[in-house]
């Protein structure tokens, strides 16, 4: 242990650390579909082999990428910035700023002096400047925990309330418009912490207010306008098959048996033509239509808005390696290319070797084409990233490409997202690391350490925990297991059947009624335009310059799986914080905000894993109304229409 201060240095390693296991989420639920679905037989030793070569190769590439996407000043990574600050502001004494919430919470006060000199007013002062943000967390996390006992135990409901469905149960088309689970989430709320901060939206207190808000349009256009209008109506027959789903059908609606289309583990195009065409419910099918949209549109507003910046920023990396972070890192030795080069090789190899050996079923240049997409996109992507602090929509790009060079390989989506995918994703997030370290100065030989030991910490501790609770939990991933129901996972599983087993000319192409989502590729390209006229046109308009055509189609990308009631209990929680607070309190804000979404979301975390190990696993459980979730809406998941 460190016998001197805890250091800003040390903090930052710390989130290095943690930061290398931010995609094994999606790496994890690749591993769960080969493993649930398509080879039952698939081992720990080849998921972990699979997983740490596809960490390592993407961490070589982002290192081999450090000259162009790191040293040089023009690469700013904004968040990195952001989070430099961050670290910062929590490392350095603030008196004066304390002083000034005090003298803030009195000046900017909209009561009259009478009630200022209440016991209210000295607690309030009290409360603004007298407890630290350590105490501060501490004190919501312990909150937290506590309460997460509740909607996550003792009364499960609490974590869903439809009204309408509380209203009139028996009634159909209630059930459909308000249930949060699996219906439009009209008239829905929950008092579950997990639901306004979700795996999918992530904490709604760390997302600027107009970022929410063009996010919430989207969904409020798409999914309680559009979407209920077109399924009413049964577009595409949509009708007659679940309202809201991430499974996919055949035209009868019944679940669609893969075992029906697969000879020896390809797909059997004559089996296809005997059995079923797919179909998927509406709102899944939209998810990809606005995807492509959401697609072009965002390199449409990065040219328009980021284009001359981009620019001059890559002209500026020939003359201009060096600034004050350069010139002082250079004290330090560095990590020499081969080195990164050496690991590079070593974990393709190994990925390609275990791969094939363990017939995963992809064959060897499907791993040259996954690795080939990570290496050619990490400069042009990553250099966007760097300079406008979004990134193109890559899980599209490897799923188009797997889909067409690896069609009748299911698993071949597996590999295509492990390898081309998610380690290029993986990479921009390594590289973003490597700036902020960067920034704080930290020697990049100790960011090699601490980095690679996160990403085999994470490795071995999350797939390992993952074949353990597929072993012992019955029904993990399928509705009976609930709470293991595993959205994420079953959604990936429906897309490798989309995208590799049948195709996407199948599923989207001619014939087909989801050929006009293509049209979103198009529609993407020309939806940022009028917006950036009218910007230019009308630039003192304050809610104009803040509406942003990619992250309004963003919105309702998470939709299948992520639950509706999400949504709303997000939006109005950022509402809460990043409106209201913010503006009337904000002292308060820029003191204890981000505080409290770090402790709500520690609570609720270590609250689960006390509640699955010291509960749930010892068979410990309550049988009784209140944790009868889905008695609530008993309709919503039947289809609108008859098949």
């Not at 028996?170 to 912490?193: E, P, R, Y």
Request: net charge positive; aromatic share 16%.
């Amino acid at each position: 242990m460190n016998p001197g201060p805890f250091t800003i240095k040390e903090h930052v390693l710390i989130s290095l650390m943690s930061n290398a296991s931010a995609y094994m989420a999606l790496t994890v639920d690749i591993f769960a579909v080969l493993r649930l679905y398509y080879n039952p037989s698939f081992s720990l030793w080849t998921a972990l082999v699979l997983l740490l070569s596809g960490q390592l190769f993407a961490y070589s590439l982002a290192g081999l990428s450090r000259t162009l996407l790191v040293l040089p000043a023009s690469m700013i990574w904004p968040s990195s910035l952001i989070n430099a600050s961050l670290f910062r502001t929590f490392h350095e004494h603030q008196p004066e700023f304390d002083k000034s919430i005090n003298r803030a919470s009195i000046s900017d006060s909209k009561v009259g002096p009478a009630v200022e000199s209440s016991l209210w007013a000295r607690w309030r002062q009290k409360g603004l400047s007298g407890m630290s943000r350590t105490q501060f967390f501490w004190i919501c996390f312990a909150c937290s925990f506590v309460w997460y006992f509740v909607p996550g135990y003792l009364l499960q409901v609490l974590s869903t309330i439809s009204l309408l469905c509380l209203v009139a149960p028996h009634s159909h088309l209630a059930n459909l418009i308000g249930d949060g689970k699996q219906g439009l989430g009209v008239l829905s709320f929950s008092l579950d912490w997990s639901v306004f901060s979700n795996a999918f939206l992530l904490s709604p207190i760390a997302t600027p207010f107009w970022a929410a808000c063009n996010l919430f349009v989207g969904f409020v256009l798409v999914f309680w306008i559009a979407l209920p209008i077109a399924y009413f109506n049964n577009l595409w027959g949509a009708a007659s098959l679940p309202l809201y789903s991430a499974s996919v059908f055949t035209t009868n609606s019944t679940q669609y048996d893969i075992s029906r289309v697969m000879r020896n583990g390809v797909f059997d195009a004559q089996a296809y033509e005997q059995y079923s065409p797919l179909r998927m419910s509406l709102e899944f099918s939209w998810v990809y239509g606005i995807g492509f949209a959401a697609l072009m549109s965002i390199l449409v507003h990065i040219a328009l808005y980021n284009g001359k910046e981009i620019i001059a920023r890559v002209r500026e990396t020939k003359t201009k390696h060096d600034d004050i972070h350069g010139k002082l890192i250079m004290q330090y030795p560095s990590v020499k290319a081969w080195w990164y080069l050496v690991m590079l090789v070593a974990s393709a190899a190994a990925g390609i070797a275990v791969g094939v050996g363990a017939h995963v079923g992809v064959p060897w240049w499907g791993y040259i084409l996954s690795f080939a997409i990570a290496i050619v996109l990490i400069i042009p992507v990553g250099i966007i990233q760097a300079v406008s602090n979004r990134q193109p929509g890559l899980s599209l790009v490897a799923e188009l490409l797997s889909g067409i060079v690896l069609q009748g390989i299911p698993t071949g989506y597996s590999i295509l997202k492990l390898y081309g995918h998610g380690s290029l994703a993986q990479a921009l997030s390594y590289a973003q690391d490597m700036k902020l370290a960067h920034y704080m100065k930290i020697p990049p030989r100790q960011v090699l350490l601490y980095q690679g030991i996160g990403i085999v910490i994470s490795v071995v501790i999350q797939t390992c925990l993952f074949f353990w609770l597929v072993d012992h939990i019955p029904d993990m991933c399928r509705p009976e297991g609930y709470p293991w129901v595993c959205r994420s996972t079953n959604l990936v599983y429906s897309a490798s059947i989309i995208w590799n087993l049948i195709g996407p000319l199948k599923v989207f192409g001619e014939g087909s009624p989801y050929s006009p989502l293509l049209w979103g590729f198009l529609f993407g390209l020309f939806l940022p335009i009028p917006v950036y006229f009218l910007q230019r046109r009308f630039p003192r308009c304050t809610w104009l310059k803040h509406v942003y055509i990619p992250v309004i189609l963003s919105g309702i990308v998470g939709l299948p799986p992520m639950p509706p009631v999400d949504f709303p209990m997000w939006f109005l929680f950022g509402f809460i914080f990043n409106f209201l607070i913010h503006r009337y309190w904000n002292m308060w804000w820029q003191k204890y905000n981000f505080t409290l979404s770090a402790g709500l979301d520690s609570g609720l975390a270590l609250s689960g894993i006390f509640q699955f190990l010291a509960l749930s696993q010892n068979g410990i459980e309550i049988n009784w109304w209140g944790n009868q979730v889905d008695r609530q809406c008993p309709l919503s998941a039947q289809p609108w229409l008859t098949p």
